[in-house]
């Protein structure tokens, strides 16, 4: 072998064994499972598809591969704000998925622009001089997906017993899941909450932060590459109280290597919430980066603001004065089968 393709394997080799010493564990199991990121990333890829129809019977062509079978129990769109979140039943992994989705691809750019300069402006119920980012905390708390996303975690642990909740999102999507998180573990005293988002940006202060990780001590936070969106809203070190601030943990997923020779990692980043080694080591500048998450694309399907499609005339769903959607059924029906019990 020539010596500089030696010489790129061994650099190779020991980037790999510095970065897989970082993959801490707790006494039980590991902190991060990267077979459950990616299932949970294609959960999350879908709740970008436009047509409710096929999103809400699991007929979407994201709907797949490793989230096959997967039965929608609630369906919440807010038209107003442009949110939505999904709530159903995954019989392989025997849990509650919550999904909720992101900015619209036709705004992300303004979106971004706005993180910039949103300061710290609302305190978070119960914990002192914990700061957050007021938009984040109302996509989540002040819209109908709040009422939705806790009826049907209800509706279907009725059925399906108690079993553990995984929450997810990416982007915007991300922070309205960590808010969610949260206050299933504080308010609703569910015990068996997992979350894990996908380039979400920074939701509040460190004494949120800290108090965050008190209470969901197995987050993560899987971030990629150059990614601008965890950049933001901007983190500044010297002002350690007053600014922004990641809760832990995150696990940044980029390439390391020389050449031809490069190789993918998910490394597990320190306790901080802000690892100076992680993504922070890097400028946070990619759009493109935001968009794919480990191999699975995060953008909406249609450039339409908030676009509504449906194509069954027997989906049921509700409508409020205000024009927000929501499709629900019964766990174990399926779709037809609730419509002809009715």
């Not at 059925?159 to 929450?167: A, D, L, Q, R, T």
Request: contains cysteine; charged residues 20%.
């Amino acid at each position: 072998m020539d010596p500089r393709a030696w010489l790129k394997a061994a650099v190779l080799m020991c980037l790999l064994v510095f970065c897989s010493g970082r993959e801490l564990k707790t006494k039980h199991s590991p902190i991060y499972d990267p077979s459950l990121a990616r299932t949970l990333a294609e959960y999350t890829s879908a709740v970008y598809t436009s047509d409710l129809t096929q999103l809400f019977t699991w007929t979407c062509e994201r709907c797949g591969d490793l989230t096959e079978g997967f039965e929608v129990i609630e369906l919440i769109v807010d038209v107003k704000n442009c949110l939505q979140a999904y709530v159903g039943f995954a019989r392989g992994m025997n849990a509650v998925i919550v999904v909720f989705r992101g900015t619209q691809e036709n705004s992300i750019q303004n979106w971004i622009e706005d993180l910039f300069w949103k300061q710290l402006d609302l305190d978070y119920p119960g914990m002192p001089e914990a700061k957050v980012h007021s938009g984040f905390y109302s996509a989540y708390h002040n819209t109908t997906l709040r009422d939705g996303v806790v009826r049907g975690i209800q509706k279907t642990r009725e059925v399906y017993g108690k079993i553990p909740v995984m929450v997810t999102g990416h982007s915007m999507g991300g922070a309205m899941a960590s808010f969610c998180a949260l206050d299933l573990v504080i308010n609703y005293g569910l015990k068996d909450v997992t979350l894990m988002t996908f380039g979400q940006p920074r939701i509040g202060n460190a004494v949120f932060a800290s108090n965050f990780k008190r209470h969901l001590p197995n987050a993560i936070r899987v971030t990629n590459a150059h990614d601008i969106v965890p950049h933001l809203p901007p983190y500044y070190q010297y002002f350690p109280h007053k600014t922004y601030h990641h809760f832990p943990r995150e696990v940044w997923v980029h390439n390391i290597g020389l050449g031809s020779l490069v190789y993918p990692v998910e490394e597990i980043c320190d306790g901080s919430g802000e690892d100076p080694t992680c993504s922070r080591s890097v400028s946070g500048n990619s759009v493109r980066d935001h968009i794919h998450y480990l191999g699975i694309s995060m953008h909406a399907e249609s450039w339409g603001s908030c676009r509504i499609v449906t194509h069954d005339e027997t989906l049921q769903y509700k409508m409020d004065p205000a024009g927000n959607i929501v499709l629900s059924k019964q766990p174990g029906l399926s779709v037809h089968q609730q419509h002809s019990a009715q």
